[in-house]
Nanobody, 126 residues
Framework: QVQLVESGGGLVQPGDSLRVSCVASGRAAFTYAIGWFRKAPGKEREFVASISWNGGNTNYAESVKGRFTISRDTTKNTIFLQMNNLKPDDTALYYC???????????????????WGQGTQVTVSS
């Protein structure tokens, strides 16, 4: 069992930076790969980034490569998504999710993640 709680969302202007966090709690939470996904109104949920259990492997969607960085503090079971040069198209509800099957896998498929948080809203607008 794992619980995921996101925080750090907000309203920012285009070009700004923002860091969202995901705290994973549960006895084995540190062994799970974690992904970030986002859902904008009227759009399908889409993959953003994922990271292996030890932070050694990462994967990014093409749309965020070079702007977003995923990382994790294994001592605090916290996963971060640093978002730079934000664009209005980045506006969405951002979710973190746990892949409890394979901690080394940095999947981009939502089907590989079986535990989800409630999300944190990120709005990019001038």
């Amino acid at each position: 069992q794992v619980q995921l709680v996101e925080s750090g969302g907000g309203l920012v202007q285009p070009g700004d930076s923002l860091r969202v966090s995901c705290v994973a709690s549960g006895r084995a939470a540190f062994t799970y790969a974690i992904g970030w996904f986002r859902k904008a109104p009227g759009k399908e949920r889409e993959f953003v980034a994922s990271i292996s259990w030890n932070g050694g492997n990462t994967n990014y969607a093409e749309s965020v490569k070079g702007r977003f960085t995923i990382s994790r503090d294994t001592t605090k079971n916290t996963i971060f998504l640093q978002m730079n040069n934000l664009k209005p198209d980045d506006t969405a509800l951002y979710y973190c999710a746990a892949d409890r099957t394979n901690g080394w896998r940095v999947s981009s498929s939502a089907a590989d993640f079986d535990s989800w948080g409630q999300g944190t809203q990120v709005t990019v607008s001038s």
